[in-house]
């Protein structure tokens, strides 16, 4: 029986997924594959660079372009080249999440160039329970395994599943308050085109699902898994979360994947050393103290800690980059694009 007609929007994914496989070094980079993410396709050079629109004038890029190392310029100019050759006044450009080894373009192109948090991973082959840094998860591991928590690896394609899923993003949308919405662009998702590559593991407790956490497949030069998307319900019992990831890290481990990262944590991790000399210094100030005392706008210090607990082997820097300076406008899309504001 025949498949039927492949879709323009099927063509566009199947060639952005084959691009990642071959050129993405980024431990996020799935994220390029979200649905309401657009996608410009190198003409010149071998790549894709993945972003969205905020406002009349504000574009976001996520991560630099996914191209060779000697590509990515040559790929990068020719977007903006795109870009500039629209209708009206060209639009400002603002690349989140751009990694340490990619700064340097954006900064030769006069780019304002800051730390807006870090990265986390963790070298499964050293991975070890044992010590005093994951005296807390082993802890809480223990808690949730007493109260009867269990976690297995689903299908989210199964329609049972996939309700019980459901069920889970209405209760943590609801327990977040009605102000909340989801992310569409800097943080994974369960469908979209992405998903047939997505691994999802759930936590159930006294016949109910309490939990899950969906995995996305990382490319280049640390191969492995992604921690991406996590939802849990109210009535949860303490540890299910680190239950559920710590089962999972078995399985990869288990599988021989190398990696498992525990992607970004924005407004963390800063220091002097990672800024760069074309950083704004009022707003590195301005990032350090959301960091700090910002609860509101995002939690950082409570992300960071969770990342922290696991002992990462590499924590990195991670970027912004303003391409006419800060403006209180690109900052103002750019928190409104991961879910701040």
């Known amino acids: 029986m025949s498949a039927g007609p492949v879709s323009a929007a099927d063509r566009d994914a199947a060639r952005a997924l084959d691009l990642l496989r071959a050129h993405a070094d980024h431990p996020s980079a799935m994220l390029a594959l979200n649905r309401d993410t657009r996608r410009y396709t190198g003409r010149n050079a071998d790549g894709l660079v993945a972003y969205t629109r905020r406002g009349r004038r504000d574009v976001v890029q996520f991560a630099a372009p996914f191209a060779e190392p000697g590509e990515r310029g040559g790929l990068l100019d020719e977007f903006l080249l795109h870009l500039a050759a629209g209708p009206g006044p060209a639009p400002r450009l603002t690349a989140a999440q751009v ?7 954006y900064a030769e192109r006069g780019f304002t160039v800051n730390q807006v948090g870090s990265t ?3 070298d499964l082959g050293r991975f070890t329970l044992r010590g005093r840094q994951l005296a807390k998860v082993r802890q809480n591991v ?3 395994r007493r109260d009867g928590v269990t976690v297995v690896e689903t299908d989210p394609g199964d329609p049972g599943d996939r309700h019980e899923l459901d069920a889970i993003d209405s209760e943590w949308l609801a327990a977040k308050g009605r102000h909340v919405k989801e992310l569409s662009f800097l943080i994974g998702e369960r469908g979209g085109p992405g998903a047939p590559l997505r691994r999802t ?13 969906t995995y996305s497949p990382v490319w280049g030069s640390r191969p492995g898994w992604l921690y991406d998307l996590t939802r849990r319900s109210p009535r949860a019992p303490v540890g299910t979360v680190e239950l559920v990831n710590l089962t999972a890290l078995g399985r990869f481990r288990e599988e021989g994947a190398p990696w498992l990262h ?7 991790g800063f220091e002097d050393r990672h800024e760069p000399a074309c950083a704004s210094r009022g707003l590195a100030r301005a990032l350090r103290l959301v960091g700090e005392h910002g609860r509101l706008i995002y939690p950082a210090r409570s992300q960071e800690a969770f990342k922290l607990k696991w002992a990462p082997h590499v924590i990195e820097p991670e970027y912004i980059a303003f391409q006419t300076g800060v ?3 690109s ?4 928190l409104r694009t991961a879910g701040a504001v």
Do not use: K, Q
């Open 262 to 268: 525990l992607g970004l944590t924005p407004f963390a």
């Open 99 to 105: 990694g340490r080894a990619d700064v340097e373009l």
């Open 142 to 144: 223990n808690r949730a």
């Open 201 to 213: 593991f759930l936590a159930r407790h006294e016949g109910r699902t309490v939990g899950y956490i």
């Open 331 to 334: 900052v103002w899309h750019l």
């Open 327 to 329: 403006r209180l406008s």
């Open 120 to 122: 986390y991973g963790i």
